[in-house]
C-alpha cells in the first residue's frame, strides 16, 4: 500500500457536488500532476462535511486545514502554495478570515468543535465509495462481534440498555421494536430502512446514504441477526440519484466481500439487501404505508393494530427504522450501552443531528447531544441570524411539527421537551424564521403541502386538511372572518383525534403551534387586514417617500407593471391598482425611498 | 414479438427496451413501482398506451397500474418538457423566497406548473424537498442544480439552455 504524505479531502456531497465540487477535483489532479506531487499527495472524495453554506469545500490532511467556498480558479493556489510548500493559503480558511489567530485547522472551527459525531462519524472522513476505508475505522467490525460473539437476546438487551429511540420522528425505543418483531413465530422477517426522507429541509439521512452507506448494511444486517431474518429492504427517494448510486455500489462491495450473503464471518447467518426506489410520496414515510409501496401498490397506510412487527412487509413480522438510527447501531455494538447511555437527556440518548437551514449562517447538518439548547445550535454552532435580523421561531418536526419562539430558546432539546413545546422532534429539520417571516403564511405553506400529499384513504385528512387550508387562504389574502380562528382550532382537534395515520394526526401541529405562540398574527390579519411581516401581498403596498424620492426615474425603469408614474423635480407615485408587489422598484432605488407600508 | 415494429417496419427499440424490463422484473415481488420507474425513463412519460403493455406483461389489471402512476408525483400521464424545471419547494427554499423564483420562471416561460412550452423545450414543476438547503432557493434543471438564485438570475439561468 502506497504511503502518502498529504490527503485532500473533497466534499463530494450533493450541496458541494452541485457547487462543482467535481470540477474542483479534476482542477486538483491536473495541478498535481503539473507539480509532480502525485506520488506524495492523494486527492480523496468523501461524503458531506455538514457546513453546506460554505460549500465547496476541501481539507488539507495532516493539518486538518478547511478551506471553504473553493473556487476552480483557488486549486493552482492551494497546490503551489499549501501542498508544494506548506504555507496555508490564508483567505481560503474557515472561520473569521480578519482574525490574527486564523483557524488552522477542523477542530479549531465553532461548527465542528461544539459538535459530537456518532451518526455522521465517518460523513466526511472517509470515501464512501471504497468499502477498505470503512473496514479502517472499524467498519463491520460490530457485526463481526455479534454474530460470533453474542447471541440475539444480548443483542437487542445492548439495543435496550442503550437507550436509542427511533430518529424518524415517533422516537419510540429501537431495542423493543426489535424485541416484539424477534418474538415472532414466521417462516420469514424482513428488516426495513426508512430512507424516504420526505421531512422538507431534513438532509441528514441523505447525508448518512452518500457519505457512509456501509454503516447502514452494516446496521441492518445486525437487525437482521437480532429479529431473525434474512432479507432487508431500503426504501430510498428517488430524488436522492448520488446516495442511491453509492448504496448500490456499497451494497455489491459488501456481497463481493461476504458481507452479506451466506455465511457471513463463516457462521451460518444469511442476509441480503435490496433497494427499493420511492416515487415521490411523503405519506410514504408512514410505516404501514412504505410497506404497502415496497409491495407494488399506491402507497396508503394501513389501520394500526397488528403492527408491522406482528405483521409488516407481505404480512410477516417486519421491523422498519430509519437511516439515521442505523447509522448509530454498529457504533453502540462496539462502544456498548453504557457509553451511549452516558450522553444525552434522561429519557433521550446520545446524539441527534439537525438540519439547519432558512435564515440561519451556516447552513449545514450539525450532531449534538440530546438536551443542546436551541440557542446553542442556532447561535453557536449555526452563527446567528444573517444580516443582523432579529431571530423568531424556529420549526421542528416539518409538516408534523411546530414553532419554537424566542422565548424557548434556552430549552434544552429532545424527544419529550419538543412535543411539550407542541412541537416534536420529527427527522430533525430545523428551520429557523427570523422577523420578515409571516407565521400564518409558514402554517399555510404547511397545509398547502399536507393537502397535497394527503393519500385520500380517510376522510378526516382529505377533506379535513383542505378546510384549514382554505380558511388559511381567506386569512392571507385580508378576507378573515371573525370566528375563522376559533373554526381552525375546531378543525385541528377533530383531524387529530380521527385519522387514520401519523401523517393525518400531525397534520394540524403548524397550524395549532403557530396559534399558540403567535395568535396576535393571526389577529391582526383578521381583524386589522394587517399582515405584520410584510409577507402577505393583498395587505401591503409598496409606496414611496415624497421626501426621499430624487426623481431618478430607475424604479420607472424596473417596473414590471409599468404602474410608476412621475417627472423631473416631482415625487414618483405608484398606482397601487396596477402594482403587482413584486418588490423589483424598492430593490433598485438608491436612494432608499420606496418601503413596504403594511 | 409483432408489435415491436412500427408503421414504417423500423423496430421500436423503446418497446424493446420495455420488455426487456418487463422480463427481468416478471418473477420480483412488489414489481410494478420499479418496472414504471424504467420504463418512465425509457419513454419520457407513461402513457395509456405503455401502461397497457405494462399490465399484459406483469399481468396485472390496467386499473391498478393507472391507480399507482397517478398515486405518485414522480410518475407523469403527460410528456414532460426536454429540460425538466424543478422549484425545490421545501421549507428552507421557501422562506428564502423560492415563491417568487417560481413566478418568475413562470412569467418567463409563460406557463403555469406542470404544463410544458409549446416547443417542447421547457417544462415547470414544484418539487419536494431536493436535500441541498445549503443552497437555498435552489432549482434543478434536468440533473443540473442551480443555487442561492435571486429573481434577477433566472433569465440568465434560462439562457444557458436557449441553444442547447
Known amino acids: 500500500m502506497q504511503i502518502y504524505r498529504a490527503h485532500v479531502l473533497v466534499c463530494g456531497g450533493t450541496g458541494c457536488t452541485s457547487s462543482s465540487s467535481v470540477k474542483i477535483m479534476q482542477e486538483l489532479e491536473t495541478q498535481i500532476a503539473n507539480n509532480k506531487l502525485e506520488n506524495e499527495v492523494k486527492v480523496v472524495k468523501t461524503g458531506c462535511f455538514g457546513l453546506c453554506a460554505e460549500g465547496p469545500i476541501l481539507v488539507v490532511y495532516p493539518e486538518g486545514s478547511m478551506y471553504t467556498m473553493v473556487q476552480v480558479s483557488d486549486i493552482k493556489e492551494i497546490v503551489e502554495e499549501h501542498l508544494l510548500k506548506g504555507r496555508l493559503v490564508k483567505r481560503l480558511l474557515a472561520g473569521n478570515k480578519e482574525s490574527e489567530n486564523i483557524t488552522k485547522s477542523l477542530e479549531g472551527v465553532d461548527f465542528f468543535s461544539r459538535q459530537m459525531r456518532i451518526a455522521l462519524r465517518n460523513c466526511g472522513v472517509i470515501n464512501p465509495e471504497v468499502v477498505e476505508e470503512y473496514i479502517a475505522f472499524d467498519g463491520y467490525k460490530a457485526l463481526g462481534k455479534v454474530l460470533t460473539e453474542m447471541t440475539p437476546e444480548q443483542v437487542i438487551d445492548t439495543m435496550k440498555k442503550s437507550g436509542l429511540r427511533g430518529r424518524g420522528g415517533g422516537g419510540f425505543p429501537t431495542g423493543l421494536k426489535w424485541e416484539f418483531a424477534a418474538k415472532q413465530v414466521a417462516d420469514q422477517k424482513y428488516v426495513c430502512c426508512n430512507a424516504d426522507e420526505g421531512d422538507p429541509g431534513a438532509f441528514m439521512d441523505r447525508s448518512v446514504l452518500e457519505g457512509d452507506p456501509h454503516s447502514l448494511i452494516e446496521a441492518m444486517a445486525i437487525a437482521g441477526y437480532a429479529i431473525g431474518s434474512n432479507q432487508g429492504y431500503v426504501y430510498v427517494r428517488a430524488e436522492y440519484p448520488i446516495a442511491v448510486k453509492r448504496l448500490e455500489i456499497a451494497i455489491n462491495q459488501a456481497r463481493e466481500y461476504g458481507l452479506l450473503g451466506k455465511n457471513i464471518f463463516g457462521t451460518d447467518f444469511e442476509f441480503d439487501v435490496e433497494i427499493r426506489l420511492g416515487a415521490g410520496a411523503f405519506v410514504c414515510g408512514e410505516e404501514t404505508a412504505l410497506m404497502t409501496s415496497i409491495e407494488g401498490n399506491r402507497g396508503e397506510p394501513r389501520p394500526r393494530p397488528p403492527f408491522p412487527a406482528v405483521k409488516g412487509l407481505w404480512q410477516k413480522p417486519t421491523i422498519l427504522n430509519n437511516v439515521e438510527t442505523y447509522a448509530n447501531i454498529p457504533v453502540i455494538i462496539l462502544k456498548g450501552a453504557e457509553w451511549f447511555s452516558s450522553i444525552g437527556t434522561e429519557k433521550s440518548k446520545g446524539t441527534k443531528v439537525f438540519a439547519i437551514g432558512g435564515k440561519i449562517n451556516n447552513t449545514g447538518l450539525v450532531e449534538v447531544p440530546m438536551g443542546t439548547t436551541l440557542r446553542e445550535v442556532v447561535f453557536d454552532i449555526g452563527g446567528g441570524i444573517p444580516k443582523g435580523k432579529q431571530f423568531k421561531a424556529a420549526q421542528t418536526g416539518g409538516p408534523s411539527g411546530g414553532c419554537i419562539p424566542a422565548s424557548h430558546l434556552d430549552t434544552p432539546i429532545d424527544y419529550d421537551s419538543l412535543i411539550q413545546l407542541g412541537s416534536m422532534m420529527g427527522s430533525g429539520g430545523l428551520i429557523v424564521m427570523d422577523e420578515d417571516t409571516c407565521m400564518v403564511d409558514i402554517a399555510k405553506f404547511f397545509l398547502e403541502f399536507t393537502v397535497d400529499e394527503s393519500c385520500g384513504k380517510c376522510p378526516p385528512c382529505r377533506i379535513g386538511t383542505k378546510r384549514m387550508l382554505e380558511i388559511l387562504e381567506r386569512i392571507t389574502d385580508g378576507k378573515g372572518e371573525v370566528g375563522d380562528i376559533a373554526k381552525l382550532e375546531v378543525l385541528a382537534k377533530n383531524i387529530k383525534a380521527s385519522a387514520l395515520c401519523g401523517l393525518g394526526q400531525t397534520a394540524p401541529n403548524p397550524v395549532l403551534s403557530t396559534l399558540h405562540y403567535f395568535k396576535d398574527e393571526y389577529m391582526a390579519h383578521v381583524n386589522d387586514r394587517k399582515c405584520p411581516a410584510g409577507v402577505c401581498k393583498s395587505m401591503m403596498q409598496y409606496v414611496i417617500s415624497a421626501e426621499k424620492c430624487k426623481s431618478c426615474g430607475i424604479c420607472t425603469k424596473v417596473c414590471p407593471a409599468n404602474c410608476i408614474k412621475g417627472e423631473k423635480k416631482v415625487p414618483y407615485v405608484i398606482d397601487q391598482d396596477k402594482c403587482l408587489k413584486c418588490g423589483a422598484c424598492m430593490e433598485k432605488c438608491p436612494f432608499k425611498a420606496i418601503f413596504k407600508n403594511v | ?164
Open chain 2, 1 to 164: 414479438m409483432s408489435t415491436n415494429k412500427c408503421c414504417c417496419g423500423c423496430v421500436d427499440e423503446r418497446e424493446q427496451k420495455l420488455q426487456e424490463i418487463i422480463a427481468k422484473y416478471k418473477d420480483t415481488r412488489g414489481a410494478l413501482i420499479p418496472v414504471l420507474h424504467e420504463a418512465q425513463e425509457v419513454y419520457g412519460y407513461l402513457p395509456m398506451s405503455v401502461q397497457k403493455k405494462i399490465s399484459e406483461g406483469l399481468n396485472l389489471p390496467l386499473s391498478e397500474i393507472y391507480g399507482v402512476v397517478t398515486f405518485y408525483t414522480q410518475f407523469s400521464l403527460k410528456p414532460k418538457g426536454r429540460f425538466k424545471v424543478n422549484i425545490c419547494m421545501g421549507t428552507a427554499c421557501y422562506v428564502k423566497g423560492s415563491g417568487q423564483i417560481l413566478d418568475k420562471f413562470k412569467e418567463k416561460l409563460g406557463i403555469d406548473v406542470g404544463e410544458c412550452t409549446e416547443d417542447g423545450k421547457f417544462s415547470l414543476d414544484a418539487c419536494r424537498c431536493i436535500g441541498a438547503c445549503g443552497l437555498a432557493p435552489v432549482i434543478m434543471i434536468n440533473d443540473d442544480v442551480h443555487g442561492r438564485l435571486d429573481p434577477d438570475d433566472v433569465e440568465g439561468v434560462l439562457e444557458k439552455y436557449k441553444d442547447l
